[in-house]
C-alpha cells in the first residue's frame, strides 16, 4: 500500500519554512526521503529508523511517529537549491531492502 | 562516489518490440531495483533483485521480466512492449539489510512506445 503524502504541492518564497508529511496505513520499519530535481535521479536525504535514531541530512530534519505510522520531512529557512519533487519510502519489514514510495511533494521555492 | 548507470537515457521503440534495458552499479551492492515513475503515481517497483539469480515481484511485475547474471548488472526486458509501458524506468542499488540503507539512483531511462 502506498504511503500518502501532502501536500502535493507547495510554493515557498526563500526563507519560509515547510514541512512535508508521510503517512502509511501499514506498521512501518523505516522511513527514508528523497528529493529528486526536475530531469534528475532521486538523490536520498534521510533515513529514519524504528526505535528513534536518524541518518542524513544537515540542514534538512524530519521526525518518524511509529504508533501514528507517519513522518515529516521540516525544511527550514529554504533556499532555491531546495526546489524539487520529495518522495517518502516506507519499509514495513526488518530486513532493509524494499521501498514502497509516495506519489511525492513538489516544492518549489520562489526569490 | 557510488554510480549507477543506464543503457540509454531516452528510448524510442515499437509496439511489440522486444525492450532490454540495462543498470550497472560500481558499488558491489547486493540489491537492485527496477523502478517505473510516472506522473501522480510516483515511484513504483517492478522487480527486485537481492543476490545474482535471485529475484522478487515488485508492486508492478506485468509485462515485465528481469535478469541478474552478474552482480553489478541487473535488465529489465518489455517481452512485447506496449504504449502503456511508455514512462520513465529508473534503476536503484543499495547494500542488503538490515540496517536499511540508501537506495542509489540511476539517471533513468525514458522509453516511448509508438
Known amino acids: 500500500q502506498q504511503p500518502v503524502q501532502s501536500p502535493q504541492a507547495v510554493i515557498l518564497r526563500e526563507g519560509e519554512d515547510a514541512v512535508i508529511n508521510c503517512s502509511s496505513s501499514?506498521?512501518?520499519?523505516?522511513v527514508h526521503w528523497y528529493r529528486q530535481k526536475h530531469g534528475e535521479a532521486p538523490v536520498f536525504l534521510m533515513i529514519?529508523?524504528?526505535?528513534?535514531e536518524q541518518k542524513g541530512h544537515d540542514k534538512i530534519s524530519a521526525s518518524f511517529n511509529e504508533k501514528k505510522q507517519q513522518s515529516s520531512l521540516y525544511l527550514t529557512a529554504s533556499q532555491l537549491s531546495y526546489s524539487g519533487t520529495y518522495f517518502c519510502?516506507?519499509?514495513?519489514?526488518?530486513?532493509?531492502?524494499?521501498?514502497?514510495f509516495g506519489a511525492g511533494t513538489i516544492l518549489r521555492v520562489k526569490s | 562516489d557510488v554510480k549507477v548507470t543506464q543503457s540509454s537515457r531516452y528510448l524510442v521503440k515499437r509496439t511489440g518490440e522486444k525492450v532490454f534495458l540495462e543498470c550497472v552499479q560500481d558499488m558491489d551492492h547486493e540489491n537492485m531495483f527496477w523502478y517505473r515513475q510516472d506522473p501522480g503515481l510516483g515511484l513504483r517497483l517492478i522487480y527486485f533483485s537481492y543476490d545474482v539469480k535471485m529475484k522478487e515481484k515488485g508492486d508492478i511485475p506485468e509485462g515485465y521480466s528481469v535478469s541478474r547474471e552478474k552482480k553489478e548488472r541487473f535488465s529489465l526486458i518489455l517481452e512485447s512492449a506496449s504504449t502503456n509501458q511508455t514512462s520513465m524506468y529508473l534503476c536503484?542499488?543499495?547494500?542488503?539489510?538490515?540496517?536499511?540503507?540508501?537506495?542509489?539512483f540511476g539517471p533513468g531511462t525514458r522509453l516511448t512506445v509508438l
Open positions: 501499514k506498521a512501518l520499519y523505516s
Open positions: 529514519l529508523l524504528k526505535g528513534g
Open positions: 519510502g516506507t519499509e514495513i519489514g526488518e530486513y532493509g531492502n524494499k521501498l514502497v
Open positions: 536503484a542499488s543499495s547494500f542488503r539489510g538490515p540496517p536499511p540503507d540508501t537506495q542509489y
